[in-house]
């Protein structure tokens, strides 16, 4: 059984949200602060039996900003749940929740208490004057599913059957927050997935009286130490002068009790390497740890659904990627996909979104009106397969930075996103990343692709496409702008803006305000040659004096010289070594300067 839909109202960030989930794995990306803990929370909320009561009593901080609580409303969390028909224990414990066949929802909602209800309905208590104190919460299942969760409203009565916390015991439910002690979890029995293995492994009881002989055995071993004896009735002693007579109570050292809960309770796992041997967690980095967390606590989920009693598991974890060597979220997200229980993510990690499908993905965004807006990326009803297919090709650790993106820019390749950020920081005295702008090279021209990413219940975010002319990629042979280069017009939507230059990008850097830049390039490369035309033209130039017409050819001339020393050493190479001197600029190609100001308007 998997979560498949999520639909909050009213909670925290979300006015609204509804969005569908496609995988066993989601991974939840968005910049800080638009909801991804709470959604969560949320879930939460309707399915952790162990989540206290207290949470569910919501404070003001979790109703959203909008909502007048004096007025009549509601806090409503909806999930639906799938994929349990056929295992028993998971139809049981969905059979009053089901709408639909191999479809059940259970749904949370905070609202006037019935008695409040009833006096408003009989016009006891006037709107307008209701506090904190008089909402309350419920969880239910089921209803009629010809009432949609997005449709229910604070005043629906009788929709769906009362849920207990008992039938939830049978469903686990695992939190692994951002901000987690692995080293105390793995120490605490409440919380420890070492000591649920160990009991999942059900030890029988001739194995546990054999492990408890042992032990009481080196207790008594240990208690009748000639020191050890000493320093017990040293401290009997004083403990009876200290507390007096009336007081007085026998003191000795000991182990604890020989019982087989004390065993597992002091079990710890042991670790080695090629540096140390048989040393404890505590020596260990914390990324290490959390690995190894996560390794005991998947092991005892497949223990669980060995033995049969599982009637559901789902994990959630926030920034899985704490701590961890790019290499290691790698491994940790190829696990998490294979083992076979849903794991909804949160995350800040490019490494993450670049291991994981399309379809996984549900992205948040916050609107310029402060709403949030959500979307699973693969829904995109404008994303064909075979575009799916490309996106998740080159959404590789680099490139998924255009889902973390509050604006993009979208290039061609590596010299227009090595030199583009320099010279807006030398002409705007700004860095693009703290205006929350990256520059994304695609490299190549299919920018029809990624265009389709931005739009309405997806990427709701503003998207400058930044291209040369002529849309030839400079290593393509037969390639043909016509047919093979995508419209660049037919591209722009609510979200999405084209900037082309008259020419190619090497081209376009000539002018007097930039020639100074790519002087010192070319000097800087050694081509000694070029460097005297590019000295000779900047000065004819900057004298004046030039009809329309030489001024032009001169132009034209120097930006053929410009082009053709940056494919002699590299595009990439010249764009990165003119980014050095992006501080001798003085202004941008006019198409880069508006893909700015339409970005930052």
Avoid at 68 to 79: C, H, K, R, Y
Avoid at 501 to 509: D, I, M, Q, S, V
Wanted: proline share 4%; glycine share 6%; charged share 20%.
């Amino acid at each position: 059984m998997r979560l498949a839909r999520i639909v909050i109202r009213n909670f925290r960030t979300f006015a609204s949200l509804d969005v569908n989930v496609a995988d066993d794995l989601c991974c939840v990306i968005g910049e800080n602060n638009t909801g991804k803990t709470a959604i969560l929370r949320a879930i939460q909320i309707c399915l952790d039996n162990m989540l206290p009561s207290s949470f569910r009593s919501l404070q003001r901080e979790d109703i959203h900003s909008a909502i007048d609580i004096a007025e009549p409303s509601q806090v409503l969390i909806g999930i639906e749940l799938t994929g349990f028909e056929g295992r028993v224990n998971e139809e049981a414990l969905v059979s009053t929740w089901k709408v639909a066949a191999d479809r059940a929802r259970i749904f949370y909602r905070f609202r006037p208490r019935p008695a409040v209800r009833e006096q408003l309905a009989s016009g006891d208590i006037a709107p307008g004057t209701l506090t904190l104190e008089d909402y309350y919460w419920e969880i239910r299942g089921g209803g009629d599913p010809a009432i949609d969760l997005t449709d229910i409203t604070w005043n629906d009565e009788g929709i769906g059957e009362s849920v207990r916390f008992a039938d939830l015991q049978s469903y686990l439910l695992v939190h692994l927050p951002a901000l987690r002690d692995v080293e105390n979890d793995l120490r605490n029995p409440r919380q420890s997935p070492l000591i649920r293995l160990i009991e999942a492994f059900e030890i029988d009881a001739a194995e546990q009286d054999a492990l408890i002989a042992i032990l009481d055995h080196a207790n008594q071993a240990i208690t009748n130490s000639a020191t050890i004896a000493e320093i017990a009735g040293a401290i009997d002693a004083r403990f009876k002068e200290v507390s007096g007579p009336a007081f007085e109570m026998d003191a000795t050292l000991g182990l604890s009790a020989a019982t087989f809960r004390a065993i597992i309770r002091n079990l710890k796992v042991i670790l080695s390497d090629l540096s140390l041997t048989s040393f404890e967690p505590g020596r260990n980095g914390l990324g290490m740890n959390n690995i190894l967390y996560i390794a005991i606590l998947m092991e005892y989920l497949q223990r669980r659904i060995a033995l049969n009693r599982s009637a559901g598991q789902l994990i959630l974890i926030e920034e899985p990627e704490a701590h961890l060597h790019p290499q290691l979220q790698f491994s940790l997200i190829a696990a998490l996909r294979a083992i076979g229980v849903q794991a909804i993510l949160t995350s800040h990690s490019t490494q993450v979104t670049s291991q994981v499908p399309l379809s996984s993905i549900v992205s948040l965004t916050k609107r310029e009106d402060a709403t949030i807006a959500a979307g699973n990326l693969a829904l995109n009803a404008a994303l064909t397969t075979p575009d799916i297919a490309d996106l998740e090709r080159y959404l590789d650790a680099t490139k998924s930075a255009l889902l973390y993106a509050r604006k993009v820019m979208l290039v061609e390749g590596p010299a227009e996103m090595f030199l583009i950020p320099a010279l807006i920081e030398q002409v705007y005295g700004v860095k693009l990343e703290r205006l929350g702008i990256s520059v994304i090279a695609i490299h190549g021209v299919h920018f029809d692709v990624y265009a389709k990413l931005f739009r309405a219940g997806s990427l709701e975010k503003k998207c400058a496409i930044v291209a040369d002319a002529d849309m030839k990629p400079s290593d393509a042979e037969d390639f043909d702008p016509e047919t093979d280069a995508p419209d660049l017009v037919a591209l722009e939507s609510d979200f999405v803006s084209t900037f082309a230059g008259a020419t190619t990008f090497e081209r376009e850097l000539v002018s007097v305000g930039r020639l100074p830049m790519l002087i010192e390039t070319v000097r800087a490369l050694g081509a000694p040659q070029i460097l005297a035309q590019m000295e000779n033209g900047h000065a004819t130039l900057t004298l004046g004096g030039l009809g329309l017409a030489e001024e032009t050819a001169l132009r034209v001339e120097l930006g053929r010289i410009t082009l053709n020393t940056a494919k002699r050493f590299g595009k990439a190479r010249f764009a990165q070594i003119a980014a050095r001197y992006a501080n001798l600029a003085s202004d941008l190609p006019p198409y880069i300067e508006q893909a700015y100001e339409w970005l930052t308007e």
